[in-house]
């Protein structure tokens, strides 16, 4: 009964690096969702994509940082150029066709995150 | 801009009484709200939800309870466990979107 799997579960790059971070939605989800979690802060939108489809970006920073969900593979937030200030906790989340409003007991499910941390 | 708001950081209560935690939003254009659970080191898990039609919805231990004039909602956990330590996340959605708007979290600790 696989959830939603992202690695790798810790990531340390220098800055200037390039950072990538995979999610597996759970089986039957084709729905992923990327979120940023900052020490002593709730977990922030960044993206929503759909098979081969960005759907909202809207919580996404314009420059360094890019999101893809192919056709086959997981689902990629990639961070190009890191800095100090991306260091954060990365947590992925996926559901199943429809609207969450309408998914009753079938909400977002959410992966163990990615640690990220820039030295 | 804060749209989701839980001002206790932190509850302590003692086993077998109740926990309340609370939350407040600004958006009357969210129409579902969530609570997730979170242990250190682990994504959140999904509790209990309700819609924006309903003002209360029961599972087991839990409850909550939305009053929507107030824009207010509130998880009861009775009776409150040691296991139930864990940071508390109230989460809302709507206005046509599917992102999760998050609160920064009440971190409950039970003590035996």
């Known amino acids: 009964n696989a959830g939603v799997m992202q690695n790798p579960r810790h990531l340390v790059r220098r800055r200037g690096q390039e950072a990538r971070l995979r999610c597996s939605p759970m089986k039957g989800h084709s729905h992923v969702y990327w979120y940023r979690q900052l020490p002593e802060e709730g977990l922030k939108f960044m993206v929503y994509l759909q098979k081969e489809n960005i759907i909202d970006e809207s919580g996404m920073p314009k420059e360094r940082f890019s999101a893809e969900f192919p056709k086959e593979g997981p689902s990629i937030l990639r961070i190009q150029q890191v800095v100090r200030g991306d260091s954060a906790a990365y947590f992925c989340?996926?559901?199943?066709?429809?609207?969450?409003?309408?998914?009753?007991?079938?909400?977002?499910?959410f992966g163990d995150g990615t640690r990220l941390s820039i030295l | 801009d804060q749209q989701v708001k839980q001002n206790s950081p932190s509850l302590s209560v003692q086993e077998g009484r109740i926990s309340i935690l609370n939350c407040d939003y600004t958006?009357?254009?969210?129409?579902?709200f969530l609570w997730y659970k979170k242990y250190p080191a682990e994504g959140p898990t999904f509790l209990i939800s309700?819609?924006?039609?309903?003002d209360k919805n029961e599972d087991g231990r839990f409850t909550v309870f939305l009053n929507k004039s107030a824009k207010h909602l509130s998880l009861h956990i009775v009776p409150s466990q040691p296991g139930d330590s864990a940071v508390y996340f109230c989460a809302a959605i709507g206005g046509g979107s599917e992102k999760l708007v998050f609160g920064k979290g009440t971190k409950l600790t039970v003590n035996p």
């Open positions: 989340a996926s559901s199943p066709p429809g609207s969450t409003s309408d998914a009753g007991d079938q909400p977002q499910h």
């Open positions: 958006n009357s254009m969210f129409d579902y």
């Open positions: 309700i819609s924006s039609i309903k």
